[in-house]
């Protein structure tokens, strides 16, 4: 692993992972949390149905909703009231905002902790231009000053707890990581999550431990999340040994691996091995998932659910023309008569694992 910041890792310390001895309950502001290892927000797909369907597993802590732009929340566009939706069981939940105007994040704050939500999360991590060009996302790590008035003021106007995600920086050159976690503490935010990679890398070359651990040295007491090519028990692990992060939030590895926070909380919690899912298991995941979405979208679940097809297809060993078939099927009749193909067939294909199949923008970043 190259690092930006110095020092590379040395082979022992990419590929030695201890087991965790028993911790404390972390808390971020007023809010306990009932594990070290948070869902990471991915647009699209970290929906109400897919974060209640990882939570009846077991080991989730925090979950945050996908990136919300103030402007449509304030205005209740139908899209952002969707992104928001939550429940009862979706505890703990954070809901993140974006704008370039500081005005903004402030109102729709104060309307969400009006509207009962517990916990806010500032975006200054997405790559896509179409965000940076608001002056929103990782555009806000190029102004340190503009950045940190923006937080305060957020942060003074409602009394739940905020809290901010980052990239290491906007390109190799300006890695503003530290120096905002230092000032954005200062300034009362409850904990930072940094994503290991600069806006510029978008999300190619691997995620950099040494500048996690470089934002990690530069606050006193507000927890760091780690963030960034998490997809195993031993990815968690490393990360947190390797840059002493408070917790972890995982992204795209979660999609890959719904059992992975239950794993981790084997491990951790219990001190056992991980436990890997049955076949049954699995395949009662993708029926419980496109269950709770049909009950907050109905009939057009058969189109959203229609992402996953890829996904799902690798994840289970489902033979091609059953994958097809979840790209295409119009009906709930439809989808549980391929799930009993599936439950009879499952297998016959050899289950490969892509990242490839959670979509992230491809190309060069300037074109995002």
Excluded at 57 to 69: F, S, Y
Aim: charged share 25%; glycine share 10%.
């Amino acid at each position: 692993m190259n690092s930006v910041w110095g020092t590379p890792l040395t082979p022992a310390e990419q590929t030695s992972v201890p087991l965790a001895v028993t911790e404390p309950p972390l808390t971020i502001g007023s809010r306990t949390m009932p594990s070290r290892y948070f869902l990471a927000p991915l647009a699209g797909y970290t929906h109400l149905a897919f974060r209640t369907a990882l939570r009846e597993l077991g080991g989730l802590g925090l979950a945050t909703t996908d990136l919300v732009q103030a402007t449509m929340l304030l205005s209740g566009r139908r899209k952002s009231m969707e992104l928001i939706t939550t429940s009862p069981a979706d505890r703990p939940l954070s809901v993140q905002i974006f704008s370039g105007r500081p005005e903004e994040l402030v109102r729709a704050a104060k309307w969400l902790e009006d509207a009962g939500y517990e916990g806010i999360d500032l975006n200054m991590g997405c790559p896509m231009a179409k965000v940076n060009g608001q002056g929103g996302g990782a555009r806000l790590m190029c102004d340190t000053s503009g950045a940190t008035r923006l937080v305060a003021g957020v942060v003074n106007a409602v009394r739940i707890p905020v809290t901010v995600k980052m990239r290491l920086g906007w390109d190799a050159d300006n890695l503003t990581a530290p120096a905002l976690a230092r000032a954005f503490e200062q300034e009362g935010v409850s904990a930072v999550t940094v994503h290991g990679r600069t806006r510029q890398q978008g999300f190619h070359g691997g995620v950099d431990l040494d500048g996690i651990a470089a934002t990690v040295d530069a606050v006193e007491s507000i927890p760091i999340v780690g963030n960034g090519d998490v997809r195993t028990v031993e990815d968690a692990q490393r990360m947190r040994t390797v840059t002493g992060c408070a917790a972890v939030a995982i992204g795209r590895g979660a999609m890959l691996d719904p059992w992975l926070f239950r794993k981790l909380q084997d491990v951790v919690e219990r001190g056992q091995s991980p436990r890997e899912p049955t076949s049954d298991e699995q395949i009662d995941f993708l029926v419980r998932h496109f269950t709770l979405m049909t009950e907050q979208h109905g009939d057009y679940s058969c189109t959203l659910f229609r992402k996953f097809a890829g996904w799902y297809g690798a994840r289970l060993g489902v033979p091609e023309d059953l994958e097809d078939r979840l790209r295409r099927f119009t009906s709930a009749d439809e989808f549980h008569a391929i799930v009993e193909q599936i439950r009879e067939r499952h297998g016959e294909r050899e289950s490969t694992i892509a990242t490839a199949l959670v979509k992230v923008p491809n190309g060069p970043v300037e074109r995002w």
